[in-house]
């Protein structure tokens, strides 16, 4: 009786537990995106103003999904456990240095040709679909693609040319 008790709670919680993500960040009306301020060209102060590809990509992806983004500042260490612990909504990472769906976050289809992931809280089905279809939105409009050829394009001829 009582497994069937706890069966039936689960069953009860969960679905509220994966629409929490989504309604939160929905209720504050931002995306918090975790960002690294000396990774240039993805982030980088420039006239103590944060710039770079993810600055003008989190902006996109915000205004896709009617959101402001909300730029927090971090270190490298601090990125994956402040997403996991929700003091992040997402981060921008690389597909081949990102977490496996086996621990605390899924991560969306794979964006752009430099082929980068955003981690999520595990288990939020709506908002990982929310997030895809923005994905897919950004490039089916081609605006990945001119936000790569802006801050990637030059950076590869110049180090090219070096």
């Known amino acids: 009786m009582r497994s069937t008790i706890g069966v039936l709670l689960t069953v009860l919680i969960t679905p509220l537990a994966q629409a929490e993500l989504i309604d939160e960040i929905a209720d504050r009306g931002e995306l918090r995106i975790a960002v690294q301020a000396d990774n240039s060209p993805y982030a980088f102060k420039e006239n103590d103003h944060l710039t770079g590809f993810e600055i003008d990509f989190g902006q996109e992806l915000a205004r896709e999904l009617d959101l402001r983004a909300e730029f927090v500042e ?4 601090e ?3 402040g997403v996991e612990s929700g003091k992040y909504d997402i ?3 690389p597909a081949n240095t990102a977490p496996k769906g086996d621990g605390p976050f899924d991560v969306s289809q794979a964006f752009g040709e430099k082929k980068l992931v955003i981690p999520f809280q595990k288990d939020n089905p709506a908002f990982e679909s929310a997030v895809n279809n ?3 939105r950004l490039k ?4 990945t693609a001119e936000l790569e050829q802006k801050w990637f394009t030059g950076v590869q001829e110049t180090a090219a040319g070096q």
């Open 91 to 93: 981060t921008l990472t």
């Open 79 to 81: 990125v994956l456990p």
């Open 74 to 77: 971090t270190t490298a260490a």
């Open 140 to 143: 089916d409009s081609g605006r």
């Open 134 to 136: 923005a994905l897919q």
